[in-house]
């Protein structure tokens, strides 16, 4: 990685009483406080199958996940999300998975990948590259704070892939895909907004 994006240096960011390493924590942390979502920042250190230790951003109770919270910047994420690859790997057949962020959370674009669905030796710059790889958290259309995660295909004409990752409300059984309406949209909205 170049000298220049190792020394970025992070703005330690206070919400609600907690400092996050980063504004971009940060921003995830108001959007899920808004969507009502349980969570944990930088919940424990996790052991590695190598012996490595791996302490994640986020644990999110309610979607049963860790997320690892990294710049759209391919270089530093090729450089720094082996640990969190590997986690994923290892949590594979317990029913959790590990997501990574690309940047703050995005009303417009998706930039959330799910590194549970990859095997370590896949390419990380080739997943990264395809936006078909990207999802992005909506709400159901019927059910409030109940979510999803939602990926389009390259030219936005539709979904690809789409399946509910749970949230506190209550769900129903129906068809229609989800969007970004209600909770979704505020939470979005208020992340977005300027710190300070």
Not at 75 to 83: G, H, L, Q, S
Not at 129 to 157: A, M, P
Request: hydrophobic residues 35%.
């Amino acid at each position: 990685m170049s000298k220049e994006l190792r020394n970025i240096e992070a703005i330690p960011t206070k919400v609600g009483g907690t400092t996050y390493r980063s504004r971009t924590e940060a921003r995830w942390a108001v959007l899920f406080t808004e969507m009502g979502v349980r969570f944990d920042y930088e919940p424990e250190y996790i052991e590695l199958s190598s012996g490595e230790r791996y302490l994640p951003d986020f644990y999110l109770h309610d979607f049963n996940a860790y997320l690892e919270v990294k710049p759209d910047n391919t270089e530093v994420i090729t450089a720094e999300c082996r640990k969190a690859r590997v986690l994923g790997q290892e949590l594979k057949d317990q029913r959790r998975s590990v997501w990574l962020a690309l940047g703050p959370p995005s009303e417009e674009f998706a930039n959330i990948i799910i590194l549970s669905e990859w095997n370590l030796e896949d390419d990380i710059e080739v997943i990264l590259g395809s936006y078909v790889n990207r999802y992005q958290i909506q709400e159901d259309r019927r059910d409030e704070k109940v979510y999803w995660l939602l990926c389009e295909d390259e030219v936005g004409e539709g979904f690809r892939r789409a399946y509910m990752v749970g949230g506190p409300g209550d769900s129903t059984d129906h068809d229609r895909l989800p969007m970004i309406i209600r909770t979704v949209k505020r939470a979005y909205d208020l992340a977005s907004k300027p710190f300070g």
